[in-house]
């Protein structure tokens, strides 16, 4: 038993003696275990937030059925294929000066499922009596209270009764909060639930409303549509939950995405680690040869050759593991703090993703593995004995008598190496060149986000005002003459922009021509929205379409629109047919004279018909409303303080209006933008490094190859200078041809990849990627040049005759 070694044994020797390639091939499967794992983990837990967000916006509902007949109501309950369903009373006799005052859209509602499935409170529990209610937490604060159980608020409210309108004042006892919403706080819309007992009270005919949960998430849209549809129910009382759906049912966008980022990373980690294996075993070949010659079977030579890989793998795989779950925990939650989430992000780890993940790993090395194994042990004793891993020369073997006759340069040397190993020299040019490929179009894209213009098209000059649900009072005028008056005699401002809003109502068949999702649109009337701008606002917008001032008289005098293509497919020249939203069938003809690719400023949400603009003139003959939605302004330098502090003192005194600076949304954007580049250069650098490592492993294989080759030369009058060339020539060549084919491939890619997002994004402007080239070029040679000076520090620890007498 003594004189006997098992396979395993001989693998372990094997690890052991090659720790330079053992140490290389465990950190590229770690590092590459851990990139997937992180990868995953981020997604999962990203979508794992959409999901509390849809139930803590909305509910935990598929489908909203509204104004229900009792039939209706009856049939949609007694449903086989709804899981849950919520009753709510919609109290429309009840609103409340208090929070129009605040300028907060209130809905004042009886609901169930209260902290029983539908919503679930930050804290407390649903009213019970007539004078018990749960609200917002933002909206306890606006109104000066603490958010507090048991917190006495005394409320005004308009109870319309038998026509009439009466006013009291109720004090509520609040049972329940809940919890903050950022899409309904930026909104301004808050939710007030009351007694069954209290609706019921003031509303004795409610409008009744029904919540329902399906049994399955698949198809939930389709099979929601059909429960209304066999109760009778009309398009527009069928509310799809799309938040709750959209976050439930699979997103392909989102699996598409993670699928191509594990895809590049598997990839780049297979080609190293297969080029390490195929280095490896390339040289040892004439090993195995005798391995076999004195009795070591195929099989067994290529079960030793695959449990080396299978113990990399595992101990890579659980290195990963380790190393993607501190990764994880320092890097989403960071990630999710920094970004423009609605909710906090928090690390949400998968058992069946680690799984998944370790299994990748160990499949990735064993893929790798299989295939330089097999061509091993098919090659007979003889034939692997006399194996030279060096490829035939082929044509230029002939000529190489008379290249060498004279003189041996080293560039001769490092090319006729590069030739034999070319194999090797191209899985090593395409690693690199597939992370500088990706590392060049992401840096392209970056250094094309223009954050100016990006900040630019929400705020056009200095800072704006914006005048909150202007469509919802015809009587309210936020940003009036007085208003005005105020801004214009502010010190320092240099220019005052202004602009209008109006809705109309579009042409179905000329709708049915330009606008993009028609056939989704579940509204009998087609809304479009109408910006009028001032001259000013205006000459801004025909900069952008490259016309010059001379087209302001054609807007102005007229019926001229500029239509946002991002809305629908518009063509100079389009006639179109609108009518003034409520007037049915007065349908006047306009013309389009320009397409914007953007929005010039911020709009919010748009209609359904999209987006049109006009000169205020025309909004003027046409008699549309005439009161201003936004005012923005353009500051003298050194006087933007003084002005600031004006601004917001207006908006301050008068909560429906909004202060927005450009500084503010610019320093937000470029906050957005460095963690979305931060993000993508941490995947890019960790490929970088995978790419890195098969630099390394190359060098020091080439090295150990040709090292009798290398201490030949030199006995016979090699320099130290030489030398140092001779053993970094071979990886500049590499790198500057793998860059070479980098930036072209990579700079027109990333060209036509900024084009594309411009489509969707008016403020990208294409830049040359300096800074992510310059990083790709120090980068590699920074590694090549110590990698260069590491192998003659090890070939000096060596005498010149025992590196002569060295044998594979």
Not at 386 to 403: C, F, I, V
Not at 469 to 494: C, R, T, Y
Request: glycine content about 8%.
């Amino acid at each position: 038993m003594k004189n006997r070694i098992s396979v395993h044994q001989v693998s372990l020797k094997n690890l052991r003696h090659h720790k330079s390639r053992t140490v290389l091939t465990v950190g590229t499967v770690a590092l590459a275990v851990a990139l997937i794992f992180v990868v995953l983990t981020y997604f999962y837990s990203n979508d794992q937030r959409s999901k509390r967000e849809a139930i803590n916006e909305l509910g935990a509902y598929h489908v909203q059925y509204e104004h229900l007949l009792p039939e209706q109501q009856q049939a949609i309950e007694n449903n086989p294929k709804i899981k849950k369903h919520y009753v709510s009373y919609i109290s429309k006799n009840i609103k409340s000066d208090t929070f129009e005052k605040l300028n907060i859209n209130m809905a004042i509602s009886y609901i169930e499922g209260i902290n029983e499935g539908l919503i679930q409170l930050r804290e407390g529990r649903a009213p019970v009596t007539d004078d018990e209610m749960v609200l917002d937490k933002w909206v306890i604060e606006e109104m000066g209270f603490p958010s507090k159980l048991g917190e006495v608020i005394p409320l005004d409210l308009q109870i319309k009764r038998a026509g009439k309108m009466e006013h009291i004042t109720k004090s509520f006892k609040l049972v329940g909060i809940v919890d903050d919403i950022a899409v309904r706080k930026t909104v301004r819309a808050g939710l007030m639930f009351i007694s069954q007992s209290l609706s019921r009270q003031y509303s004795p005919n409610p409008d009744i409303v029904i919540f329902a949960l399906l049994n399955s998430d698949f198809n939930a849209t389709s099979t929601a549509h059909r429960i209304g549809e066999g109760a009778k129910l009309r398009e527009d009382q069928i509310q799809i939950n799309e938040r709750y759906s959209g976050a439930y049912e699979q997103n392909p966008v989102s699996i598409l995405k993670a699928a191509v980022i594990v895809f590049v990373i598997l990839i780049s980690a297979g080609m190293v680690i297969y080029n390490i294996f195929n280095i490896y075993l390339s040289e040892q070949i004439r090993l195995f040869g005798m391995m076999k010659a004195i009795g070591m079977t195929p099989k067994q030579l290529r079960s030793m050759i695959l449990t080396e890989g299978l113990i990399i793998s595992l101990a890579g795989s659980s290195m990963g593991l380790l190393l993607g779950g501190g990764g994880s925990t320092a890097f989403i939650p960071f990630l999710g703090n920094m970004a423009s989430g609605n909710s906090a992000l928090y690390v949400e780890l998968s058992p069946y993703i680690a799984c998944a993940v370790f299994v990748m790993g160990l499949i990735l090395v064993m893929l790798s593995v299989y295939m330089p194994a097999r061509k091993v042990g098919s090659l007979t004793e003889i034939a692997a004995i006399r194996y030279n891993p060096a490829e035939p020369l082929g044509k230029r073997s002939l000529d190489t008598k008379s290249k060498l006759k004279n003189s041996i340069s080293g560039f001769s040397l490092v090319s006729a190496q590069l030739i034999r190993y070319r194999k090797r020299t191209w899985v090593t040019v395409i690693s690199i060149t597939l992370t500088g490929f990706i590392f060049v179009v992401t840096g392209s894209i970056f250094s094309s986000m223009n954050i100016d213009n990006m900040a630019g098209s929400m705020v056009p000059g200095d800072y704006k005002l914006s005048a909150a649900n202007l469509d919802s009072d015809e009587q309210l005028d936020l940003l009036n003459e007085k208003i005005l008056k105020q801004v214009s005699d502010i010190p320092g401002i240099e220019k005052i922009m202004t602009e209008m809003y109006a809705v109309s109502t579009y042409n179905k068949q000329d709708a049915n021509l330009h606008l993009k999702d028609l056939a989704s649109m579940k509204n009998p009337e087609i809304r479009t929205d109408i910006y009028a701008y001032d001259d000013a606002l205006m000459k801004i917008t025909l900069k952008r379409l490259g016309k010059d001032d001379s087209m302001l008289t054609e807007l102005r005098n007229g019926d001229n629109l500029i239509a946002v293509a991002e809305d629908g497919g518009y063509q100079v020249g389009d006639k179109i047919r609108l009518a003034k939203y409520g007037e049915g069938q007065k349908e006047r003809v306009f013309t389009i004279v320009g397409v914007l690719p953007n929005y010039v400023t911020y709009k919010g949400n748009s209609s359904d018909g999209g987006v049109l603009i006009a000169h205020q003139d025309l909004f003027k003959r046409l008699d549309l409303d005439q009161r201003i939605k936004q005012v923005s302004v353009q500051v003298n330098e050194g006087q933007q303080g003084e002005v600031e502090r004006n601004l917001k003192g207006i908006a301050t005194a008068d909560r429906r209006i909004t202060f927005t600076s450009f500084q503010e949304t610019y320093q937000e954007f470029n906050g957005m933008k460095k963690v979305l580049q931060l993000a993508a250069n941490s995947l890019t650098s960790a490929l970088l490094i995978i790419s890195i490592f098969n630099l390394i492993n190359s060098n020091l294989t080439s090295m150990y190859a040709r090292k009798r080759e290398i201490s030949l030369v030199e006995a016979i009058g090699m320099s130290r200078s030489q030398l140092t060339m001779q053993l970094g020539g071979e990886g500049f060549i590499v790198i500057l041809f793998s860059l070479l084919i980098t930036f072209s491939l990579g700079i027109p890619a990333g060209y036509f990849g900024v084009e594309m997002f411009k489509q969707s994004a008016s403020y990208v402007q294409y830049q040359l990627p300096m800074a992510a080239m310059l990083t790709l070029v120090c980068a590699y040679f920074t590694v090549q040049v110590g990698t260069t000076f590491y192998m003659q520090w090890r070939l000096s620890k060596e005498s010149l005759m025992e590196r002569i007498r060295f044998s594979e």
